[in-house]
């Protein structure tokens, strides 16, 4: 017998993630909301927070964000310093 795919959407998820983070057993969660446990340690990693070492608490999500916005201005770097480089011989 084929197994169903069960979708879940973003607020689901991030709620699931916040009785865990509150204190609910990741077992508990699985018994009661019939969610995997791989499902929700997945979801624990995209949306449960994480403290950085100043205090600020952000989500994994983010940072992945932030990474690759930071990917794109040090490109957007290298493009500007090879324009500098080929302007200035002229």
């Given at each position: 017998?084929?197994?169903?795919?069960?979708?879940?959407?973003?607020?689901?998820?991030?709620?699931?993630?916040?009785?865990?983070?509150?204190g609910?057993?990741?077992?508990?969660?699985?018994?009661?909301?019939?969610?995997?446990?791989?499902?929700?340690?997945n979801?624990?990693?995209?949306?449960g927070?994480?403290?950085?070492?100043?205090g600020e608490?952000?989500t994994?999500?983010?940072?992945?964000?932030?990474?690759?916005?930071?990917?794109?201005?040090?490109?957007?770097?290298?493009?500007?310093?090879?324009?500098?480089?080929?302007?200035?011989?002229?």
């Amino acid at each position: 017998m084929k197994q169903e795919h069960k979708s879940y959407d973003e607020n689901y998820k991030k709620t699931i993630v916040n009785l865990y983070e509150s204190g609910k057993r990741k077992s508990d969660l699985t018994r009661e909301y019939g969610i995997s446990y791989t499902n929700i340690n997945n979801w624990i990693k995209k949306y449960g927070t994480i403290k950085t070492s100043t205090g600020e608490v952000t989500t994994n999500d983010e940072i992945i964000k932030l990474k690759k916005k930071n990917l794109e201005l040090e490109q957007e770097v290298e493009i500007l310093k090879k324009a500098v480089a080929i302007f200035s011989k002229k």
